[in-house]
């Protein structure tokens, strides 16, 4: 079973740029899929990206492709999420998730096993 810790949330003005990263422990970090997802307030969790377990394959949610970057780094047992030019409609509490020997990259929620407690990331105007 594997545990996931975020970091690297917190206050940024529109157009800034944050690195948050997702710190796995207990487990093979390369026989997992791994996603980001992310909840504003009074909204349901949403799909952000997601990385095979080589870092090769990759997924996007529309709002996000071509300002946010997920890769990861297996030495490490870390996956990342770099977000550039951001938006105050960016502003949530994000997840780290992990799916084990996955098939395939998926976008829903309930396809991963394991998730992080979430870090803060706020976006001012």
């Known amino acids: 079973q594997v545990q996931l810790v975020e970091s690297g949330g917190g206050l940024v003005q529109a157009g800034d740029s944050l690195r948050l990263s997702c710190a796995a422990s207990?487990?093979?970090?390369?026989?997992?899929?791994m996603a980001w997802f992310r909840q504003a307030p009074g909204k349901e969790r949403e799909f952000v990206a997601a990385?095979?377990?080589?870092?090769?394959?990759?997924d996007y949610a529309e709002s996000v492709k071509g300002r946010f970057t997920i890769s990861r780094d297996n030495a490490k047992n870390t996956v990342y999420l770099q977000m550039t030019s951001l938006k105050p409609e960016d502003t949530a509490v994000y997840y780290c998730?992990?799916?084990?020997?996955?098939?395939?990259?998926?976008?829903?929620?309930?396809?991963?096993?394991?998730w992080g407690q979430g870090t803060q990331v706020t976006v001012s105007s």
């Open positions: 990385i095979n377990w080589s870092g090769i394959d990759t």
């Open positions: 998730a992990a799916k084990r020997y996955p098939m395939v990259l998926r976008k829903t929620q309930d396809y991963y096993n394991y």
């Open positions: 207990g487990g093979t970090f390369s026989a997992y899929a």
